[in-house]
């Protein structure tokens, strides 16, 4: 059975960081490319940034360099290490397997002062 369950989402002041943390189980980790999405209110949703099974990254425009994507197998885990956070940054969170259709309920991430 697929599992992906996000954390670590929370109310930021602009400006702020977080780390989101989404944990993995039911296909193989390693050998499979991850990735995050987002969904603001009244928008679809959006890719923001992926991490290949050999490390390899990809960023949406809009990050532009403020976050970071990451992965531990032995975990089966991918990490998202958010910066200089915007308040349109607010939106639900979602990890997936690339390639797949499996979604999880989504961490929500507000920026806001």
């Known amino acids: 059975q697929v599992q992906l369950v996000e954390s670590g989402g929370g109310l930021v002041q602009p400006g702020g960081s977080l780390r989101l943390s989404c944990l993995a189980s039911g296909r193989r980790f390693s050998f499979l490319g991850m990735g995050w999405y987002r969904q603001a209110p009244g928008k679809q949703r959006e890719f923001v940034a992926q991490?290949?099974?050999?490390?390899?990254?990809k960023y949406a425009e809009f990050v532009q360099g403020r976050f970071a994507i990451s992965r531990d197998n032995a975990k089966s885990m991918v990490y998202l290490e958010m910066n200089s956070l915007e308040p349109e940054d607010t939106a639900v969170y979602y990890c997936r397997f690339l390639g797949y259709p499996d979604w999880g309920p989504g961490t929500q991430v507000t920026v806001s002062s």
């Open positions: 991490i290949t099974s050999g490390g390899n990254t």
